[in-house]
């Protein structure tokens, strides 16, 4: 993989390089394009595209960061995409099962960009850990836990609103 498209694809089309906070923007870059996927081809279409966004990311974060000391610069955030689309598809399967638009779970896409967040910042368990492995592996699964996480969350603050409270 040339320099290029490694750089293009580790930086989510660019979005990596706004400053300040590029986690923060690859993150918010990553909600139209999973309200994209889903509108396309549903959750099957998310997940699909998870993994080659998994994959993808793999290869572009060892080759862009090649030859560096650093190997988690803060402009590769296709970790935060991936992560983000994790986080996202309780959603994504709540609005195919239910039969509603997935915008009007927007509650649930909050709780999936918050919950992400925290646990990318604050890095706990398993998430740290795998973010100290210091290789482009542990770049991309310090997010994937990270995206699990919130996605569980999402799932648990959802069966509080609809089950427990019966909203």
């Given at each position: 993989?040339?320099?290029?498209?490694?750089?293009?694809?580790?930086?989510?089309?660019?979005?990596?390089?706004?400053?300040?906070?590029?986690?923060?923007?690859?993150?918010?870059?990553?909600?139209?394009?999973?309200?994209?996927?889903?509108?396309?081809?549903?959750?099957?279409?998310?997940?699909?595209?998870?993994?080659?966004?998994?994959?993808?990311?793999?290869?572009?974060?060892?080759?862009?960061?090649?030859?560096?000391?650093?190997?988690?610069?803060?402009?590769?955030?296709?970790?935060?995409?991936?992560?983000?689309?994790?986080?996202?598809?309780?959603?994504?399967?709540?609005?195919?099962?239910?039969g509603v638009d997935?915008?009007?779970?927007?509650?649930?896409?909050?709780?999936?960009?918050?919950?992400?967040?925290?646990?990318?910042?604050?890095?706990?368990?398993?998430?740290?850990?795998?973010?100290?492995?210091?290789?482009?592996?542990?770049?991309?699964?310090?997010?994937?836990?990270?995206?699990?996480?919130a996605g569980f969350?999402?799932?648990?603050?959802?069966?509080?609103?609809?089950g427990l409270m019966?909203?």
């Amino acid at each position: 993989m040339n320099h290029a498209t490694a750089k293009l694809i580790a930086t989510f089309f660019y979005s990596g390089l706004m400053k300040p906070a590029p986690g923060t923007w690859g993150s918010l870059a990553a909600l139209p394009a999973a309200w994209a996927l889903h509108m396309v081809g549903g959750p099957l279409a998310l997940t699909i595209a998870t993994i080659v966004a998994y994959m993808a990311g793999l290869y572009a974060t060892r080759a862009y960061t090649a030859g560096s000391d650093n190997h988690d610069p803060g402009e590769v955030v296709i970790d935060e995409v991936v992560g983000m689309w994790i986080a996202l598809m309780p959603v994504s399967f709540g609005a195919r099962m239910m039969g509603v638009d997935i915008l009007a779970l927007y509650p649930g896409w909050i709780v999936a960009f918050l919950a992400f967040r925290l646990f990318d910042i604050t890095k706990p368990g398993p998430i740290g850990a795998a973010d100290r492995r210091g290789d482009a592996a542990g770049v991309m699964l310090d997010d994937v836990y990270a995206g699990f996480a919130a996605g569980f969350t999402v799932i648990v603050l959802a069966y509080a609103a609809h089950g427990l409270m019966g909203a």
